[in-house]
């Protein structure tokens, strides 16, 4: 397989900083400031984004100078301040600081490592852990992730506090999720990084069954007696990269990356079939994410983590490379695949390069369009084929990839595939399975939970000012011109302001968003549209007062749309650490006007997890997502000019054929 590395040829305002910039950005702020480094934790740089404006008129000038940014996070645990820096780099100089008020920045991966350390050094939790018979004779079996909690209680109110929930691994290669320690809770305050109490919650018997899935500890392989299966490329791939620009088919797009946000999306366009550019989406990302769990005893009951707030999906982002292993092909498949490396910052400020990060590649997926014509007997079929963008994140125990799928007809459909491992918690084989989740072995319980994403999209359908109607599918009684009955029509309701826009979805109406522009039309004189589809979705099952709902408020509403403000960024607000009602609830607050706006909308996508038998020792992926599809965008069908075959020097290009 060829291994297609990024190369940066076009630089663009729009492109992701580099090691080089984040290197520098932390010198110019150290510097300047005179910042001692023993007293803060860098969380953050990231690239300062241009004003929209700007980017747009320099996409048709390039000769317009942008001036290029970096904006610092860090905080200081000494004052206990977050503050935020916006560093020019063309000047080398701090523009602008300003700290921010009863905030606490997110955990970062250091100090995911370091919390477990504390936790495992800790004398008085490993007496804990004699006590209940749990001998560890190395410390490096004894596994911690560190959570942010949901809550704390008064005593602990006021401090930046993590919970270490424990595994025991039996050797360093067993999977150690496998024997979950039930009951014993070490908090660790993460200024001193040290355990400042432990809960004690009951005991449990550590399980005994291994929950191992590597062919080196299972000892036996099913499923060698399959053929393999190649995909073939012999002219390369269709796809262009230029630097963090993409362009495949028809369609035109960059990318970027943040620590919060991991993969995002800019400026996505398609061009027509009268070469027309046209937008649809200026930026797209993935921008919260809370895992609610429904068990609510003490030691389960904290858990409602704000993956991207409390920890970034791009701070916790894995290389697509594996180790010794022959891998490659296996997340993404084909013979050519591009990958980007992208750049976080550690603690100290240090840039680090995480290779492999972003996966761009194209796929077959099946049939397009086709249609046999009876009488004549012949046949004409199309093969859909599609980009996609990629990148996966590891947080502790899950795996979350998040995949952005463009089509030939126009289409772009958000797909986040859930694997990995699943949270557990130890039970005695005596008691009966908790009410709230599922017995995955007879000494392993999961309890039950539900995934909430939020997915920020800055749309722009053929221009900046767009109206949202939400479409029901309504019945009418019978009447005199409706003899039988049968009439029934998709009934359009515009969403004049970001109050009234929180919505549900509501697959019995069909209910789906229209996305208008009224200041386009097609050729049958209507506005052109798109269409948010959602796929599956699910409500939090909980009362009106429930605590999570207050936690992650964006999670009550499954639509929510705001007009276009480049601080308004994330669904649980910029810093949800131990804060609750903070980020949508708030943006809406003015009620402002979303008609004929450049328009935000932030779609939450929930995916409850009642734990499966088979979902252990590692869930195979489950998905669930949405499509973004054009409604009267184009005049018809766009991909009915598709050729009926690829070919090669004339030649159709089939099995036999030999490239080299
Ligand atoms: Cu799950």
């Known amino acids: 397989m060829v291994e297609e590395e990024q190369v940066a040829i076009s630089k663009s305002p729009l492109d992701p900083l580099n090691e080089e910039e984040i290197r520098k950005s932390v010198e110019v702020l150290k510097r300047q400031l005179n910042l001692d480094a023993k007293v803060v934790k860098f969380f953050s740089v990231e690239l300062k984004e241009p004003k929209k404006q700007e980017y747009l008129e320099w996409r048709n000038n390039k000769n317009i100078k942008i001036e290029r940014e970096s904006l610092v996070k860090y905080y200081n645990f000494q004052d206990r301040k977050v503050y935020e820096a916006i560093i020019s780099l063309d000047n080398n100089v701090v523009k602008e600081i300003r700290s921010i008020d009863a905030a606490y920045p997110p955990i970062t991966l250091d100090e995911f490592g370091e919390c477990e350390k504390a936790v495992r050094n800790d004398k008085r939790v490993q007496e804990a852990l004699t006590k209940r018979g749990i001998l560890i004779n190395d410390l490096n079996l004894l596994m911690v992730d560190c959570w942010a909690p949901g809550h704390v209680d008064e005593e602990l109110r006021g401090r930046r506090v993590a919970i270490g929930y424990m595994w025991v691994k039996k050797d360093i290669e067993d999977n150690g999720y496998g024997r979950p320690v039930h009951g014993l809770m070490p908090w660790v305050d993460l200024d001193k990084m040290e355990v400042i109490r432990i809960d004690d919650h009951g005991t449990s018997p550590l399980p005994l069954q291994d929950a191992n899935y590597t062919p080196e500890k299972l000892g036996k392989i099913f499923g060698d007696d399959l053929k393999p299966i190649e995909i073939r490329q012999p002219l390369s791939s269709s796809i262009k990269i230029n630097g963090w620009e993409i362009s495949w088919y028809r369609w035109r797009l960059r990318i970027g990356y943040t620590p919060r946000e991991g993969l995002v ?41 704000l993956d991207a707030g409390d920890y970034g999906l791009g701070n916790f982002i894995v290389p697509l490379s594996h180790g010794n292993y022959d891998l490659y092909n296996c997340d993404c498949f084909g013979e050519v695949i591009y990958h980007l490396d992208v750049t976080r910052v550690s603690s100290n400020g240090t840039p680090i390069k995480i290779k492999k990060a972003i996966c761009v590649h194209e796929e ?59 949270n557990d918690d130890s039970i005695s084989e005596k008691d009966p399975t908790p009410k709230y989740g599922t017995r995955v072995t007879p000494e392993v319980y999961a309890p039950i939970h539900i995934h909430f994403f939020n997915i920020r999209l800055n749309i722009n359908v053929d221009g900046l000012r767009n109206r949202i109607y939400e479409v029901n599918l309504r019945g009418e009684p019978i009447t005199e011109k409706n003899p039988v009955g049968n009439a029934f029509f998709a009934e359009e309701n515009l969403l004049e302001n970001e109050a009234d826009a929180r919505r549900h979805v509501n697959p019995q109406t069909g209910r789906y968003w229209k996305i208008v522009n009224i200041q386009k039309k097609n050729y049958l004189g209507l506005p052109v549209a798109y269409r948010l589809v959602p796929g599956h979705n699910v409500l939090p099952p909980l009362p ?27 669904a649980s607000g910029d810093y949800p650490y131990l804060r609750a009602n903070d980020g949508l609830p708030k943006y809406i607050l003015k009620k402002r006007s979303i008609v004929d706006e450049d328009l935000v909308i932030w779609y939450t996508l929930g995916v409850e997890h009642v734990v499966r038998i088979e ?46």
């Not at 009106?544 to 960024?569: C, F, K, M, Q």
Request: charged residues 25%.
């Open 265 to 305: 999306i800019y400026d996505v366009r398609y061009i027509d079939e009268n070469n027309r550019e046209r937008m649809i989406l200026y930026r797209a990302s993935v921008v919260d994410l809370m895992v609610p769990y429904g068990d609510p005893s003490p030691f389960h009951n904290k858990k409602m983590v």
């Open 364 to 422: 077959d997926f099946g049939v397009l369009w086709r249609h046999t014509d009876l009488r004549s007997g012949k046949s004409e079929v199309r093969r859909n084929r599609r980009l996609v963008v990629s990148f996966w994140a590891t947080l502790a125990n899950y795996d979350y990839g998040f995949f952005w799928y463009f089509y030939q007809d126009g289409s772009i459909e958000f797909l986040v595939k859930l694997t990995g491992i699943i």
């Open 544 to 570: 009106d007062d429930s605590y999570v709902r207050r936690r992650g408020a964006y999670i009550n509403y499954h639509l929510w749309v705001t007009p276009y403000n480049e601080e308004e960024r994330y």
């Open 615 to 660: 979902d252990w020792p590692v869930m195979p992926v489950e998905m669930a997502g949405f499509r973004l599809i054009p409604d009267g965008f184009f005049d018809k069908n766009p991909t009915i000019y598709l050729p009926r075959q690829l070919r090669i020097n004339g030649q159709p290009l089939h099995r036999e054929h030999k490239s080299h």
